[in-house]
């Protein structure tokens, strides 16, 4: 027996039957053949400075997320689809709906209004967090450009920077600037349980958050009234910058800091997440400590510079065919063979560009790649996603 | 798609694709065998691409915005179409609303829609569904295989004697420096049958020409043509099994007029798509090419020769939609991945830059060109005196 879906196909191919109801109705069209859906923005609200809390409504039967995971986002900006991350910072619906029927029974140990769970107990909608800076394309678009009932392009949630990913027990969060989203998002599912410790923790939870200035806290105040509310949250947040602007020299994480916010620090299992430099010092402080083993690390810069730099410094310059165009190119040993790709006037399909959205896959027919996240090698008939991969000899690309 | 590096991009192997040339004595190099004396090629090219070069920086929303609409109105018409062919069995003249709409739809999405969206004219929006990988077509020949004859060996070997296989589709002879034979007598006939059922001309056309040239593909006959039945299968049961099948509630009229409906459809697209592409490369005043002039071929050289082996007509924005842009054809060649709705715009550059070298850039009405072809598909049937 065919499926419904397939039943349907036969009256629209070559085309699916979404694509066709999508141009009907772009809420009917519900997948693209990559996998992505389209969502809808159901509200934008500013927070903190240049920054805004948006939720999205996604189509049904849209996977639900785990606290602490992404999703890509794509949006439409002078006609070209850009795609980045943004941590889901809502609390899933099935946690939202057992939070307001446990509050409606009036239990002693609800939490207050003031602790939002990032949407409505009957809304399928799911919130982002937005921090629009100078060089975000897509951040600033969604800050100062998007409007309610925009169409979006949502990948499937994704990412194991979660609760689950540790055993219980106590938890710290270094966060900075929107590095707080993730750590929200597990804080919003561990108070759904109400102010008692969370089954899911078994223990308490200090974060320290570094922010340019209280005024760009994101979350309108809720992370003040988390703390003031739940017994098991500590919140420390430290300014970066001085009145007059200047950088704080005494914002920089260090041993003493540590020792002084939160004395078990290195035995904690520790989420950290924020921008470059505080994530090199967490990291070289937590394995100077030997305690690498205990921390958790989610980077949502781009890879390009930070990690290439250094690791291929050594690796050698290759060359890459292009084999369905029949282009030839030299590669440098620094530029990732998507940039390659169009340097030489191709245009394979991309998104992220950072290595997370895999719409950039494409098959090695021959020679070796390295992907710089990692340093793991490729061989010949894997397929790599090329916006973080560089040859390192003779490769021959599908493309 | 063809990709072409640097203006002193050289081509020796017809295979090989282009090279950069390395020799600083490039200038020294005898002069290609099919560039005429004054005949500045690197100038030529550069012209031309400082106009593609502006065009493909200035693309945006309005052009994202042409390819989104246009989709969603084909597939609108098609389902309106589709809607009155059912309401054609009670009232008659809903019949002929129907197919026209559904005539209307097919033409739109095989040509400005399908070809222009394979070529990868708008691979730049990253649109997860309008893209060159993804998209398939309302057509018989399957994307895939089209995109490598059509886009690979037709466009870069445009009109060259045994590389473009296009020229008459092997079943004709346009090209009167070609041998006469005696199969070449029912050619007024062949026309016609290939007119009608163009699609399944291509679909046969590309795969058996990939099978010629298996060389360049790794993938055995039997598969390919395996593709190419499933293609016309499931396109079949869509236009003569499904819908008809689903207009049946409406009564037994209903049926009839959802299976004629589509059978006429698809001979409208099949005539109206052979008449533009026929346009494109036949006409008389077209110039056929040898595999020796393109030995040494510099990027001028391979515009001029796009140029001249390419044939435009006039007509205004309802032509340039309903040939996908083709009545641009000239500009296709020498641009095939920019996106079609900026040929038009382009066009009298294009046309300035062709004259000021010496370039005869052909354009006529569409009956004048057509009318040619159709002249030369009787006289060139006949044996020659």
């Not at chain 1, 009256?11 to 996998?35: C, E, K, M, Q, V």
């Not at chain 1, 923790?201 to 958050?209: A, Q």
């Not at chain 2, 095989?110 to 649109?127: A, F, K, L, P, T």
């Not at chain 2, 045994?162 to 092997?170: A, F, H, N, R, T």
């Amino acid at each position: 027996m065919p499926s419904v879906g397939s039943l349907f196909e036969r009256f629209t191919t070559p085309h699916s039957p979404g694509a066709l109801l999508g141009s009907l109705n772009p809420r009917w069209g519900t997948r693209f053949p990559d996998g992505r859906a389209r969502g809808v923005i159901s509200s934008i609200s500013p927070t903190g400075s240049n920054a805004a809390l948006i939720t999205i409504l996604p189509p049904l039967a849209w996977p639900e997320h785990r606290p602490g995971q992404f999703v890509a986002i794509g949006v439409e900006i002078d006609g070209v689809i850009e795609t980045r991350c943004f941590t889901i910072t809502s609390v899933p619906r099935s946690v939202r709906k057992a939070q307001a029927h446990h509050a409606s029974g009036g239990g002693p140990s609800a939490i207050s209004e003031r602790i939002s769970l990032g949407a409505s107990s009957e809304s399928r909608a799911i919130e982002i967090a937005v921090q629009a800076s100078d060089s975000g394309l897509v951040s600033k678009h969604l800050v100062n450009a998007a409007r309610v009932g925009d169409h979006l392009l949502l990948g499937h949630p994704e990412g194991d920077f979660t609760l689950e990913s540790v055993p219980s027990g106590d938890l710290l969060f270094l966060t900075g600037g929107s590095g707080i989203t993730p750590a929200m998002a597990m804080l919003r599912a561990l108070a759904a349980e109400g102010v008692e410790p969370p089954r899911l923790l078994g223990g308490n939870v200090v974060v320290i958050h570094h922010v340019r200035s209280r005024d760009a806290l994101l979350f309108d105040g809720e992370l003040e009234s988390m703390a003031a509310e739940l017994p098991w949250l500590r919140v420390e947040v430290i300014e970066t910058r001085l009145r007059d602007g200047e950088p704080n020299p005494e914002a920089r994480i260090s041993m003493d800091r540590l020792n002084a916010h939160c004395a078990d620090w290195n035995h904690r299992r520790t989420f950290l997440c924020g921008p470059k430099a505080l994530m090199d010092d967490g990291i070289d402080l937590w394995a100077d400590a030997g305690a690498a083993d205990n921390m958790r690390v989610e980077v949502f810069q781009s890879v390009h510079g930070a990690v290439a730099g250094e690791s291929l410094a050594n690796s050698a310059a290759g060359s890459v065919l292009f084999a369905r165009s029949g282009v030839a190119v030299e590669s440098d040993g620094n530029t990732v063979l998507l940039e390659l790709a169009e340097q030489a006037g191709l245009a394979p399909k991309s998104g992220c560009r950072m290595g997370i959205c895999h719409t950039c896959v494409t098959q090695v027919h021959s020679g070796n790649t390295i992907d710089l996240r990692n340093g793991s090698i490729s061989t010949a008939g894997d397929r790599v996603q090329i916006c973080v991969s560089c040859p390192v000899d003779e490769v021959t690309l599908d493309l | 798609m063809e990709t072409l590096t640097g203006t002193n991009a050289t081509r020796s192997d017809p295979v090989a694709g282009w090279q950069v040339r390395e020799d600083p004595g490039a200038d020294a190099l005898p002069r290609p065998k099919g560039r005429p004396a004054g005949f500045d090629a690197d100038r030529f090219a550069a012209e031309l691409d400082a106009v593609g070069d502006q065009v493909m920086s200035s693309l945006g929303q309005a052009d994202a915005d042409h390819i989104r609409d246009l989709v969603k109105l084909q597939r609108r018409l098609e389902l309106a179409g589709r809607a009155a062919l059912m309401a054609g069995g009670r009232v008659r003249p809903m019949f002929l609303v129907g197919t026209t709409l559904l005539s209307l739809s097919k033409i739109l999405e095989n040509m400005e829609i399908g070809h222009n969206v394979m070529h990868g004219q708008w691979d730049w929006m990253r649109d997860p569904e309008i893209n060159s990988t993804d998209w398939d077509w309302d057509n018989v020949c399957p994307a895939d295989q089209w995109k490598h004859t059509h886009n690979h060996m037709h466009h870069q070997w445009t009109n060259i004697r045994g590389l473009d296989s296009d020229i008459g589709y092997g079943l004709m002879r346009f090209d009167p420096d070609e041998q006469w034979e005696p199969r070449h007598r029912y050619q007024p006939l062949v026309f016609v049958g290939l007119a009608l059922a163009f699609e399944y001309g291509v679909a046969l056309h590309h795969a058996e020409n990939l099978s010629v040239r298996g060389e360049e593909s790794g993938q055995p006959d039997s598969e390919r043509m395996a593709m190419v039945f499933a293609k016309m299968r499931s396109q079949a049961i869509k236009d003569y099994a499904a819908w008809p099948a689903a207009s049946l509630p409406f009564g037994i009229g209903a049926v009839i007029s959802s299976l004629a409906g589509s059978v006429v459809a698809n001979i409208v697209r099949n005539l109206w798509a052979f008449a533009v592409i026929f346009c494109g490369h036949f006409p008389d005043g077209v110039t056929f090419f040898d595999p020796e002039d393109v030995e040494g071929e510099a990027k001028g050289d391979y515009y001029r020769r796009q140029v001249l082996g390419s044939v435009n007509f006039t007509g205004g924005r309802v032509m340039d939609i309903m040939t996908g842009n083709l009545d641009h054809q000239i500009e296709h060649h020498i641009f095939p991945d920019m996106p079609a709705n900026r040929y038009s715009e382009i066009q009298p550059e294009i046309r300035k830059i062709c004259e000021r070298h010496g370039v005869t850039y052909n354009t006529r009405s569409m009956r004048a060109q057509f009318g040619s072809v159709v002249r030369k598909a009787f006289t060139l049937s006949r044996r020659p005196a």
